[in-house]
């Protein structure tokens, strides 16, 4: 529900609520594009202008090579090494390395636990929950019920299991893959988080590795074998990293200081480096400077719009302001407040900006979609500056349902998916329309566990 269609026609000043039909855009398709290399050459690594040093960059790369040759190799002690390897790898949030070679390692996995009748039966409590677990990650249909096994004939989870930390530990770490239906596996998350939750509060399937990597480096000290690898390989990924994250969050602040919007909307948010979090938590490798940046300054238009619509002006400003985003031209801008002209030119000019380098980095240009995102967006804003001013109390699948848009998680991921390379003649990507169950999701998650985190519990 996400990728909204804009109607030709301008909102009415009655009551407007977001389209939720998704956007009959052409269809095109993504792709995430790769870039090889000889790992066998030694060279500089160069990063957003930066040069490491030669000395450091052919560690670096061999460091690569040495845990790609692991992956591959049939050197590890038995099989659950090499899971215990990918979820080391993960961890430490260099798997963007190695996707090739982790998809092969876990497809092993999956065909020889699929073909056998006791596929799972020899497996341990800690093994087959660390399997669930990275096969469910990683889009293997794995069903949850493998875990009866560890039941006894009361149909609960047997009471030895309770010294078995260890086991437990991946056991809710696997529960929070649940789908909605498994009985199991909330049981399995309810028996085993009485025992471990103190010890487990971040669990991996809610972290994100960039923020958690440098506390199991600590947990790992004094670890040899390929653990001590990984830590030397994660230590100097981590320092090309914050290289990368540095100078684009330079970049950011001196792209939103030039706006000169935080000087005429002195009341809204100015937080340029919360905008870019989002961005590197969810585009890790350091390659993506250009993602990053160009995602970062669609949600910083997120942020300022809400507090436009939460703080300024009145339900029939707000209304006009809404027409103009859904005509989206220039001409339009003596429509508006003074304020407000500049937010509005530089939102078309950011979002143009946007469309025209996948343009001529993917070759079509997508701002048919990218505006009606802008236009939905404003849509759900307004509906809410009208409850508010209104007195108007909705209930609470109204609110949900405007909730989900007025998050702005489809003008993000929308932004997102074509900034990775979206397009119509790649087959067997993804289309945009074929995503709007996707974004809905999300959205709902965003909302709900946003609005959980700021609500505050009455006491009568």
């Not at 389209?19 to 990063?47: G, N, Y």
């Not at 190799?73 to 390395?97: C, F, K, P, T, W």
């Not at 677990?133 to 889009?139: A, C, K, N, P, V």
């Not at 239906?181 to 909330?186: Q, R, S």
Request: with cysteine.
């Amino acid at each position: 529900m996400a990728v909204y269609k804009s109607s030709s026609s301008l909102p009415s000043h009655g009551n407007i609520r977001p389209s939720l039909v998704a956007s009959e855009a052409t269809p095109q398709k993504w792709t995430t594009l790769e870039q090889t290399s000889d790992l066998s050459k030694p060279r500089q690594i160069i990063l957003n202008g930066h040069c490491f040093e030669d000395e450091f960059s052919m560690e670096y790369e061999q460091k690569l090579k040495d845990v790609r040759e692991l992956l591959k190799s049939e050197e590890l002690e038995n099989q659950i090494e090499s899971l215990m390897l990918v979820d080391a790898i993960q961890r430490l949030g260099i798997d963007y390395h190695f996707q090739e070679e982790i998809e092969a390692v876990l497809r092993r996995h999956y065909m020889e636990a699929t073909t056998c009748s006791d596929g799972y039966f020899y497996y341990t409590l800690h093994d087959l929950s660390l399997l669930f677990r990275l096969l469910r990650e990683h889009g293997f249909s794995i069903p949850a019920d493998i875990f009866n096994r560890f039941k006894g004939k009361d149909g609960v989870f047997e009471g030895k299991l309770k010294q078995d930390i260890r086991g437990l530990m991946e056991l809710y770490e696997a529960a929070q893959l649940v789908i909605e239906g498994e009985d199991i596996l909330d049981e399995a998350a309810k028996f085993s988080g009485e025992i471990v939750s103190n010890r487990l509060k971040h669990p991996y399937h809610k972290s994100i590795a960039r923020f958690t990597a440098k506390k199991y480096i600590r947990d790992s000290e004094g670890i040899n074998g390929w653990r001590k690898t990984l830590k030397e390989l994660a230590k100097m990924n981590t320092s090309v990293a914050q290289t990368a994250n540095q100078q684009e969050l330079a970049k950011i602040s001196k792209w939103w200081k030039d706006l000169g919007l935080a000087q005429e909307f002195k009341q809204a948010r100015n937080q340029p480096l919360k905008w870019y979090t989002w961005s590197m938590a969810s585009l890790t490798d350091p390659s993506m400077s250009e993602q990053r940046l160009e995602l970062t300054k669609s949600i910083t238009f997120i942020y300022i719009i809400d507090d436009i619509f939460d703080l300024y002006g009145t339900p029939e400003e707000l209304t006009v302001f809404t027409r103009a985003v859904h005509m989206w031209d220039h001409a339009v801008v003596h429509m508006l407040p003074k304020p407000w002209k500049m937010c509005y030119k530089a939102l078309l000019d950011t979002t143009n900006d946007i469309g025209y380098k996948i343009y001529k980095k993917h070759g079509y240009n997508p701002i048919d979609s990218l505006k009606s995102t802008w236009a939905s967006l404003c849509d759900a804003f307004l509906v809410e500056a009208k409850w508010f001013a209104s007195g108007h109390l909705p209930t609470s699948n109204e609110y949900l349902e405007n909730g989900k848009v007025s998050s702005g998680v489809h003008v993000v991921l929308v932004h997102l998916f074509f900034l990775l390379g979206i397009n119509r003649k790649t087959e067997g990507a993804v289309q945009v329309h074929d995503i709007s169950d996707l974004i809905s999701s999300v959205a709902t998650i965003l909302r709900l566990w946003d609005d959980f985190g700021s609500a505050k519990v009455i006491k009568y």
